[in-house]
């Protein structure tokens, strides 16, 4: 079961600014940090942001994090074909004492 | 380079027991810099994580799963279990082992490929 929501899709044409939420609770995201992970089709998770909006190394400057109260929003700035994935938020949860992730939204370059 | 592998059968039969071993090399997973977690998602559906060790022993599964789910290590194969017990095909998914860097707050870096395991008679 998933207790961060996000919308099932998401859409914009090459070079547009997609933006996706992730919505959860004070024990989660209003209390802990924030990650994002990218899925390309057929692969494995990928870290993309960690700790609210940081950027792994090698992650393009185009993805952003931020977050206010208990949700998060991922950006992606000029968006590219090669973009075209699932994404998903996840954070600790302490009433939990556990990982919880979105639901996932599925990202499409038109 | 870090790398995990996940293996184990392909199929189990409903009741049993699933035994998946993730194998990791480029680091120890003695390290006391890191936690190892493991993860299922069902195809077409979402992400959901299963529970994670750390080097002491001590060990956070999810609570839908607590009472079937066993996370243990071999240090001497630098090795991560995971073993799921009375499953059903509810259980069928890909599994995911990953380096789960709490100490640090960085995420889940890196990921394993992946290994499907369908639960059917």
């Known amino acids: 079961q998933s207790v961060l929501t996000q919308p099932p899709s998401a859409s914009g044409t090459p070079g547009q600014r997609v933006t996706i939420s992730c919505s959860g609770g004070s024990s989660n995201i209003g209390s802990n940090y924030v990650y994002w992970y990218q899925q390309l089709p057929g692969t494995a998770p990928k870290l993309l942001i960690y700790k609210h909006n940081r950027r792994p190394s090698g992650v393009p400057d185009r993805f952003s994090g931020s977050k206010s109260g208990t949700s998060a929003s991922l950006a992606i700035s000029g968006l590219r074909s090669e973009d075209e994935a699932d994404y998903y938020c996840a954070a600790w949860d302490d009433s939990l004492s556990g990982y919880v992730f979105g639901t996932g939204t599925k990202v499409t370059a038109l | ?121």
């Open chain 2, 1 to 121: 380079q870090v790398q995990l592998q996940e293996s184990g059968p392909g199929l189990v039969k409903p009741s049993q027991t699933l035994s998946l071993t993730c194998s990791v090399s480029g680091v120890s997973i003695s390290s006391e810099s890191y936690y190892w977690s493991w993860f299922r998602q069902p195809a077409g559906k979402g992400l959901e994580w299963i529970g994670r060790i750390y080097i002491s022993g001590s060990t956070n599964y999810n609570p839908s799963l607590k009472s079937r789910v066993t996370i243990s290590v071999d240090t001497s194969k630098n090795q991560v279990s995971l073993n799921l017990s009375s499953v059903t095909a509810a259980d069928t998914a890909v599994y995911y082992c990953a380096r789960d860097q709490q100490l640090a707050l960085n995420g889940f870096d890196p990921w394993g490929q992946g290994t499907l395991v369908t639960v059917s008679s």
